[in-house]
T-cell receptor, first 116, second 116 residues
Framework: AQSVAQPEDQVNVAEGNPLTVKCTYSVSGNPYLFWYVQYPNRGLQFLLK??????LVKGSYGFEAEFNKSQTSFHLKKPSALVSDSALYFC??????????????FGQGTILTVHP | KAGVTQTPRYLIKTRGQQVTLSCSPISGHRSVSWYQQTPGQGLQFLFEYFSETQRNKGNFPGRFSGRQFSNSRSEMNVSTLELGDSALYLCASSLGLAGRSTDTQYFGPGTRLTVL
């Protein structure tokens, strides 16, 4: 089955420290990978995506993600965390196999808490 | 550009009733996808519409249905509501061009449905 997994339910980091939210994937063919963020009682906001090219993808709000084919990972990173980064983060892939129109398959989500 | 809008934002219904949710995509986007978000099951794909045609469908019972209008606005309907249908229902829009599973989906704020 084609999927993404987020191995950590929660990540805690101090403000100003670097943060990493992990995602691993299991897809056939060229992997396409997305990161979204969800604030309480809000929809999902797009952060960045990997389609092809550079393994380091830069996105919104200072976030970036590193695609690693050998480790089948696509970890989200930020050099210096802000309290306002506290939210629920999702990794996703449209590589569902077969008919994939309009379908994203999501990881289970990681709650990021940034402490002052 | 205006973002994806969803109405209503909150709904309370009782078991056995039916409900209709509405989604207006970003101008120029022709694809609308619907997702159900619950604490237990996470984000699950319901269906996708493009040019008034359903192109893809998730594993949900026939009580869940949708449609898309010529202006790309979409509605989803849930008939004979069950307690387990309580969830945040999210719609997302994208360009949806054929073969372009890499198009970014932009999400609305969601409709919070509570079934009593």
């Amino acid at each position: 089955a084609q999927s993404v997994a987020q191995p950590e339910d929660q990540v805690n980091v101090a403000e100003g420290n670097p943060l990493t939210v992990k995602c691993t994937y299991s897809v056939s063919g060229n992997p396409y990978l997305f990161w979204y963020v969800q604030y309480p009682n809000r929809g999902l906001q797009f952060l960045l995506k990997y389609i092809t090219g550079d393994n380091l993808v830069k996105g919104s709000y200072g976030f970036e993600a590193e695609f690693n084919k050998s480790q089948t990972s696509f970890h989200l990173k930020k050099p210096s965390a802000l309290v306002s980064d506290s939210a629920l983060y999702f990794c996703a892939t449209p590589n569902a196999g077969g008919t994939s129109y309009g379908k994203l398959t999501f990881g289970q989500g990681t709650i990021l808490t940034v402490h002052p | 550009k205006a973002g994806v809008t969803q109405t209503p934002r909150y709904l309370i219904k009782t078991r056995g009733q039916q409900v209709t949710l509405s989604c207006s995509p970003i101008s120029g986007h022709r694809s609308v996808s619907w997702y159900q978000q619950t604490p237990g099951q996470g984000l699950q794909f319901l269906f996708e519409y493009f040019s008034e045609t359903q192109r893809n469908k998730g594993n949900f019972p026939g009580r869940f249905s949708g449609r898309q209008f010529s202006n790309s606005r979409s509605e989803m309907n849930v008939s004979t509501l069950e307690l387990g249908d309580s969830a945040l229902y999210l719609c997302a829009s994208s360009l949806g061009l054929a073969g372009r599973s890499t198009d970014t989906q932009y999400f609305g704020p969601g409709t919070r449905l509570t079934v009593l």
